[in-house]
């Protein structure tokens, strides 16, 4: 059985920053592909970042240049570095780890993070 854990949301002032965490527990054969994804009352949950198991990243472009996805596989963890937050940024973060140990896929979703950024 795999658990998946976020941490690291909260309220922040705009211009301010945020490092989410997400963690990665149980029956762990193989990282593969990893993302973060939002959602905001009343939209679909979108992409932000993503990250391929040797290290690319792209980013959604609204976040380009202000958030950085990175991973430890020794820790199985997953982390998105928010900067320069904007009110928009404001919405519920979900982690997703793709732990197929054949290469195909199998998703699994951190419960939700609350970020908000407000004054």
């Known amino acids: 059985q795999v658990h998946i854990v976020e941490s690291g949301g909260g309220l922040v002032q705009p211009g301010g920053f945020l490092r989410l965490s997400c963690t990665a527990s149980?029956?762990?054969?193989?990282?593969?592909?990893m993302a973060w994804y939002r959602q905001t009352p009343g939209t679909q949950r979108e992409m932000v970042a993503h990250?391929?198991?040797?290290?690319?990243?792209t980013y959604e472009d609204n976040v380009k240049g202000r958030f950085t996805i990175s991973r430890s596989d020794a820790e199985n963890t997953l982390y998105l570095q928010m900067n320069n937050l904007k009110p928009e940024d404001t919405a519920v973060y979900y982690c997703?780890?793709?732990?197929?140990?054949?290469?195909?896929?199998?998703?699994?979703w951190g419960q939700g993070i609350q970020v908000t950024v407000s004054s």
């Open positions: 149980g029956n762990i054969y193989r990282l593969n592909e």
């Open positions: 990250i391929t198991s040797g290290g690319d990243t």
């Open positions: 997703c780890m793709n732990l197929s140990p054949l290469g195909q896929q199998d998703l699994y």
